[in-house]
């Protein structure tokens, strides 16, 4: 009985204690009756929040937006949106021909077009070791000979493939010195054998010999060295021919 009567007092918002009153204000504070039970006399008060301005619980679509906290953002159209740079890679660096020796071991695959042999006594060496030439020695170079029926005048020629990825040469043509002493000369070309150009012609005698120092063969496809005379007695040869790119 005694709580239903407490609840009842507390219902309409007044207590009385001790012949005293009490009134519950409007923010929750208890007074008494010399006093103003009025908000702005309790100090500042809690400001509620707008229902208005709750957020409203997501249905889990996907296609409901939440809104900002800030009332004042403002969501930018999706054309406005700044979108990240894809990241790019750079390609890597498309490779480079090294300088490659036209004699020796070290002769990279199908630049040699001619292989090392004789034919009808016609001979090409082009992994030959210490050849002298003039007044110099190479390690490596070619030698052209012939070997059966030959004549006062041979022909023979070593062919390569440049692919036109080479815009110079280096080499010394001459005699192979171990020819015989009455030798006689000997010439030797240099063509470009995709379009059958002459690009230099040198003749030579035992002992003397011409060196080529960036000699050009840019846009060379196909490069021929030709040899004519008494090759065999003299042997055309030329030493440590290098291509460079």
């Known amino acids: 009985m005694a709580g239903l009567l407490a609840a009842a007092i507390l219902g309409c918002g007044l207590i009385t204690s001790c012949g005293t009153s009490y009134k519950i204000g409007g923010d929750g504070n208890i007074c008494d009756g010399s006093a103003k039970c009025d908000n702005t006399d309790q ?53 480079k021909p090294l300088p490659v020796a036209l004699s020796g071991s070290s002769v990279p695959d199908g630049v040699q077009l001619t292989p090392d042999s004789c034919v009808m006594g016609r001979c090409t060496f ?11 020695s190479f390690n490596t170079g070619w030698i052209v ?11 023979a020629d070593i062919d ?3 692919s036109s990825q080479y815009r110079t040469l280096d080499a010394t043509l001459g005699i192979d010195g171990q020819s015989t002493s009455l030798a006689g000369p000997v010439t030797i070309r240099i063509i470009n054998k995709t379009n059958e150009t002459l690009l230099k012609e040198y003749t030579f005698t035992s002992g003397k010999s011409v060196p080529l120092h960036r ?31």
């Not at 000979?145 to 022909?155: F, L, R, Y």
């Not at 490069?223 to 030329?238: I, K």
């Open 43 to 95: 100090g500042p008060s809690v400001e509620q929040p707008d229902p208005a301005k709750r957020r409203p619980h997501s249905s889990g679509d996907p296609s409901e937006s939440t809104p900002p906290d800030d009332d004042n953002a403002e969501a930018l159209p999706p054309e406005d949106q700044e979108t990240p740079s894809p990241t790019r890679h750079a390609s890597p660096p498309v490779g």
């Open 160 to 162: 390569l493939q440049l």
């Open 126 to 136: 082009q992994s030959e070791a210490n050849i002298p030439i003039g007044d110099s």
């Open 145 to 155: 000979k012939c070997t059966i029926g030959c004549g006062s005048t041979e022909k």
């Open 215 to 245: 000699f050009n063969v840019a846009g060379v496809t196909i490069l021929r060295f030709e040899f004519l005379g008494p090759l065999s007695t003299s042997m055309a040869a030329v030493g440590s021919p290098i291509a460079y790119p």
